[in-house]
């Protein structure tokens, strides 16, 4: 099954009534209401990802992708060998189990550490430390993973339980710490603070024990994290390290408590099961119904299930979904349906599948279909989406290779990330706690939430308070501690984007422009592959670029189809390589540029020539659409530009007629010459010497050598 029902930590918001994704939630509370948010364990559809994460690894090696991003990947997905070992809870029949890529340092080990939503905790927590541990988790479950990854600040609290180490027989404590995940492994780690940092930083913290494993290692002020050296502190009553590199003591320790029944060798993965569901209204619904409390597909003549309509998009008073609001949202027996929805990868996961065969009716893409088309050759996106709808595809893509319903197990053949627009951003920073927001240069005397802000309501990074108390409704009733009278925000250089508020409407600059403007100057930006500011103050001169184009259309002489001139060619035939290359390069900028110089030696030239500016129609329609589609009819044609041939430069037409020559005398440049293309050596020395330049380099004197380096320079020693 790909499909499975589990209970997984979420980010819960009661107030909103769903889950929220890391990058909805700020300092424990909801960007959006700044409601509060808090961990918790809910029972929710998933899809086994995890399954596929050394496919997904090996799967890499083939692809046409940039190695950032495979690398990106790489790390997500996070193959780590080592050792799965049962730790046993002093005076109890409970075991602990820890996952650790680093055996070899179980002498080292000082103390535990659970996860805060680890199951262990309540397994072991001692009836007086039982207080105290529950406060810590109420402090923790605000936080999201991601911000627990990024804080370094020290947390923790004793359980009142030891373990006992299986290889010494001695009891180390057992603790509570934010720092660990419950995703990862097992939820629960045994501790060397001397050789990791965050262990380290615990022990330091907490002053517990720190013993160094690894001759030579000074620990005085910080972990000695690296993986090598000779061991030292490593002997037990059954087996004996001392004196071993790292990386043999590690395979001896594996060896030791696999044949000795305390643990086992094992593979980890970083990568998780995707979460599934959405208690929300929009999204795919599921099409599953419940009878008797179990979960049962619907048959296919029930589909397409389509989404019910609702009295209102919110959660139930009761905290249902919003599906929970629909009336007779069950089958036709009368059973209940589903009440969440799909995520957004549902769909975007396999929509490229789609548009094979877009009008089967029977199945996703017909076997004829997909065995013509097979994959996606060139798939451009930000990177952005590496650790995402990148994971996601890939999945999806070999899970449906796996069933008989695709061909190819790899979706994107070639994949080329393209740089981020950057946009200027406005920040707005709330009270915590409170819908009260103070101005940028007071927030320091205050405990804040920085929000962004609609770019639209903001001049010169000054509020319109009045338009934001408008623009969502948790806003209405703002108050704002102001200074001077003005409400300032914070400002950043970031991603252009929807969510970031940041994003500049294309719409205003077609109407201001045209939308080849627009086109010609998001590609003249800068690389593909870079991250480009934006800039409007910079789209004037694409503008005006397209005016001189249109004023060569609005002089030619369009019933004159005669031969272009030498001249005319000349320039057209560079155009058609330069651009020809460049599309192939993916190197659009500079092929703005090729334009520009071409529509400047046109017009230079006075060109009113119909077949030279025919030529140049077809290689712009792919950037300037539209324009293009104009001019090509005002040739006479009657189809689309489009449907006309791709035009092939001339290298003949390229040729120079002269070749210029910097002369040097004993490697100094002097003077240039120009000589006929195709003139041998001899006559190139003939003609530098009889410059009426050189009898003044020469003072007399006869040279010793003549060195020609054909169509560039002469070298004259005396």
């Known amino acids: 099954r790909i499909a499975y029902q589990g209970e997984t930590m979420v980010n819960w918001c009661p107030k909103l009534g769903t889950v929220l994704a890391n990058d909805e939630v700020s300092?424990?509370?909801?960007?959006?209401?700044?409601?509060?948010?808090?961990?918790?364990?809910?029972?929710?559809?998933?899809?086994?990802?995890?399954?596929?994460?050394?496919?997904?690894?090996?799967?890499?090696?083939?692809?046409?992708?940039?190695?950032?991003?495979?690398?990106?990947?790489?790390?997500?997905?996070?193959?780590?060998?080592g050792a799965e070992m049962r730790f046993k809870v002093a005076d109890s029949d409970i075991e602990l189990e820890i996952f650790t890529t680093r055996a070899d340092t179980i002498f080292g080990v000082t103390f535990m550490v659970l996860a805060p939503e680890s199951k262990y905790v309540n397994m072991v927590v001692s009836e007086e430390q039982q207080a105290a541990v529950a406060e810590y988790l109420d402090q923790v479950k605000h936080k999201t993973e991601r911000e627990r990854q990024i804080d370094k600040r020290v947390s923790g609290v004793f359980t009142g339980a030891y373990a006992v180490n299986p290889?010494?027989?001695?009891?180390?404590?057992?603790?509570?710490?934010?720092?660990?995940?419950?995703?990862?492994?097992?939820g629960a780690i045994m501790a060397v603070p001397a050789h990791d940092s965050r262990d380290y930083a615990f022990a330091r913290h907490f002053d517990l024990p720190i013993i160094p494993l690894i001759e030579g290692a000074d620990v005085s002020e910080e972990s000695f994290d690296a993986k090598e050296g000779k061991m030292m502190n490593s002997c037990g009553p059954e087996l004996d390290l001392n004196g071993l590199d790292v990386k043999d003591a590690i395979a001896k320790t594996k060896q030791f408590i696999t044949e000795k029944g305390l643990g086992k060798v094992k593979i980890n993965y970083r990568l998780r099961d995707a979460i599934f569901s959405r208690q929300r209204y929009w999204g795919e619904p599921f099409p599953v119904y419940y009878k008797d409390g179990e979960p049962y597909i619907m048959d296919e003549s029930m589909l397409p299930l389509e989404l019910p309509e609702v009295s209102s998009y919110l959660p139930t008073?009761?905290?249902?979904?919003?599906?929970?609001?629909?009336?007779?949202?069950?089958?036709?027996?009368?059973?209940?349906?589903?009440?969440?929805?799909?995520?957004?990868?549902?769909?975007?996961?396999?929509?490229?599948?789609?548009?094979?065969?877009?009008?089967?009716?029977?199945?996703?893409?017909?076997?004829?279909?997909?065995?013509?088309?097979?994959?996606?050759?060139?798939?451009?996106?930000?990177?952005?989406?590496?650790?995402?709808?990148?994971?996601?595809?890939?999945?999806?893509?070999?899970?449906?290779?796996?069933?008989?319903?695709?061909?190819?197990?790899?979706?994107?053949?070639?994949?080329?990330?393209q740089g981020m627009i950057q946009g200027r951003s406005n920040f707005v920073y709330r009270i915590k706690d409170t819908n009260t927001f103070v101005s940028y240069g007071l927030k320091k005397d205050y405990d804040v939430t920085p929000i962004h802000v609609d770019v639209n309501i903001v001049n010169n990074d000054v509020l319109d308070v009045e338009t934001f108390k408008a623009w969502r409704p948790e806003f209405n009733n703002a108050e704002f501690v102001l200074e001077d009278g003005k409400y300032i925000c914070g400002y950043a250089v970031e991603k252009m984007s929807k969510s970031m508020f940041n994003v500049v409407n294309p719409d205003d600059i077609v109407d201001k422009y045209g939308a080849d403007t627009l086109r010609l100057y998001e590609m003249f930006l800068g690389p593909l592959e870079q991250s480009k500011p934006w800039d409007t103050n910079g789209i004037d001169g694409v503008n005006r670029f397209l005016?001189?184009?249109?004023?060569?259309?609005?002089?030619?002489?369009?019933?004159?189809?005669?031969?272009?001139?030498?001249?005319?060619?000349?320039?057209?035939h560079k155009l058609i390589k330069k651009v020809t290359q460049d599309i192939e390069n993916f190197s659009f900028n500079t092929s703005i540029s090729a334009f520009m110089i071409c529509v400047n030696e046109l017009t230079s030239l006075k060109s009113t020539n119909a077949i030279a500016l025919e030529t140049v129609t077809r290689v712009i329609a792919p950037f300037a659409p539209h324009i293009a589609e104009?001019?090509?009819?005002?040739?006479?044609?009657?189809?689309?530009v489009v449907d006309s041939e791709w035009p092939k430069h001339n290298e003949d037409y390229l040729k120079e007629d002269n070749v210029n020559y910097a002369v040097s005398f004993n490697g100094k440049a002097r003077f240039n010459i120009q000589v006929p293309a195709g003139t041998d050596k001899a006559e190139v020395e003939k003609l530098a010497l009889e410059n009426p330049n050189a009898e003044r380099w020469l003072e007399g004197k006869t040279p010793k050598k003549i060195i020609v380096v054909p169509n560039k320079i002469v070298n004259i020693v005396i």
């Not at 104009?630 to 689309?640: D, K, Y």
């Open 167 to 186: 290889l010494t027989g001695k009891n180390i404590p057992i603790w509570v710490s934010d720092y660990v995940l419950a995703g990862y492994g097992t």
């Open 27 to 81: 300092e424990g509370v909801s960007l959006r209401g700044g409601y509060p948010v808090e961990q918790k364990l809910m029972n929710q559809w998933c899809l086994r990802v995890s399954a596929y994460a050394q496919r997904l690894l090996d799967g890499l090696d083939k692809l046409d992708w940039t190695d950032s991003l495979k690398e990106t990947q790489r790390n997500w997905i996070g193959r780590s060998e």
């Open 630 to 640: 104009e001019f090509w009819h005002r040739l006479g044609n009657e189809n689309s």
């Open 317 to 417: 008073e009761s905290g249902e979904p919003p599906l929970g609001r629909a009336e007779n949202w069950k089958t036709a027996e009368g059973y209940q349906i589903e009440l969440c929805t799909m995520p957004g990868f549902a769909g975007s996961s396999a929509y490229y599948l789609r548009y094979m065969d877009p009008r089967n009716s029977e199945a996703i893409v017909g076997k004829e279909a997909n065995e013509y088309w097979r994959n996606v050759d060139l798939y451009i996106g930000g990177t952005e989406h590496a650790t995402g709808h990148l994971i996601y595809s890939r999945f999806w893509n070999k899970f449906l290779f796996d069933m008989g319903q695709t061909v190819e197990d790899e979706p994107f053949k070639k994949l080329i990330n």
């Open 547 to 572: 005016k001189k184009l249109w004023g060569l259309f609005e002089k030619a002489d369009m019933a004159n189809r005669v031969e272009p001139s030498k001249e005319e060619l000349k320039a057209v």
